[in-house]
């Protein structure tokens, strides 16, 4: 037996637990999945498309009942209108959110495509309209400043606590739903009109409870990610109370239009083929990321979470000593992908970022971050971050060039 598939074999022997619980996983959301489906009544018709206004457009509607229902909330935005999960993000901001309204950050500074709807003079953000910005950061354990956080709900009354589940690009750990449970009821008790607002990107599927199923009032996401099963082309999602997204719902089209309005004319089978898809799409990827995580490790390099612990994201860190390193590991993702895996990714000047940026993404749907894909600042510490897989086999195939490479 060769020595890579020796390696492999080992290592994925060390992961017969994580694979065992991450199997369980998935066929307990697979079930809720399958179970909103029917109780939504989904049938062919739904897969039609519409033009214009898309007044009565079941397809839309019908989508948007079955994602409520997936995500346990009682109304929800699904579209393709939403053009990314920060459109979908800022969307939920600009509409809970009025002149001399506090927001507070919870989990320290959001992703840096979000610094500008946030930030800025000039440019139309929230503080442009007079929204006030304040943050709390995590504790370096990644847990809240529980106290902290209560003292200033107390005192501010926030219309916005928000939350951003996955770490974006900082090494901090991704957060569970059973860890905001506690957070949530407390911040209730302090300020009931508060709205609780929680990023919810890279993190659908990955446990048996999503953060409304705790307190959450709002989640949003990206169809590219987890809940679009790559198969999703485009869009986005927003899941939560009533209260909430009828408020929403007026900043998405307008306060007269609201939900009555939004066609797409390619239909949407692949919006809900890709959520029915979702739940075991999202167990391959993590098995992939447990796999790359394990033999990373093993080579002696930090890896974010490390292997023993249980992730909260599709998301796999690792941690390197150069930029040389990180940009080699990142082109070697993009030298096993289906699509345009002749090119070489080199940094450059992404919008929306202050550092430079390189971006491994050679996927069937442009930027799809549940296909194999990992992108990285250029910037100490050089992290790699690494996700996604539409299969565990793809996954190994790249784990095996890693083994021969490092």
Known sequence: MADTEKILMETEIKLQNQ??????????????????????KVSSQCFAGTTGYGYDDVGRDTLAKVYAKVFGGEKAIVSPILTCGTHAISTVLYGLLMPGDNILSITGLPYDTLHASLFGKGNSSLEDYGVKYHQIDLNEDGSFKEEEIYKKVKKLKPKVVYLQRSRGYSSRKALSPYDMKDIFENIKKLSNDSFIVVDNCYGE???????????????????????????????GYIVGSERAIDRISSRY??????????????GYRLFY?????????????????????????????KVIPSNQEIPQDIVKSVVFNTADELIKFVQTVQKVSPIDGYVLPLPWDMPGYNDKVIMAAGTFVGGSSIELSCDSPIRSPYIAYFQGGLTYEHVKAFAEKLIELY
């Not at 619980?21 to 079930?31: E, L, T």
């Not at 949003?220 to 679009?228: A, D, E, M, T």
């Not at 089209?253 to 390619?266: A, D, H, W």
């Open 19 to 40: 694979f065992k619980r991450i199997d369980q996983i998935a066929f307990k959301n697979q079930k809720k999945v399958l179970q909103a489906f029917i109780d939504s």
């Open 205 to 235: 599927f990955v446990d048996d409870i999503e953060p409304t199923d705790v307190g959450a009032d709002v989640i949003v996401g990206s169809l590219i990610k987890n809940p679009g099963g790559g198969l999703a082309p485009t869009g």
């Open 253 to 266: 089209t307008n306060p007269s239009l609201k939900l009555e309005v939004g066609s797409f004319e390619m």
């Open 273 to 301: 083929q890709g959520l029915f898809m979702a739940p075991h799409t999202v167990a391959q990827a993590l098995k992939g990321t447990a796999l790359v995580g394990q033999i990373m490790e093993d080579k002696g390099y």
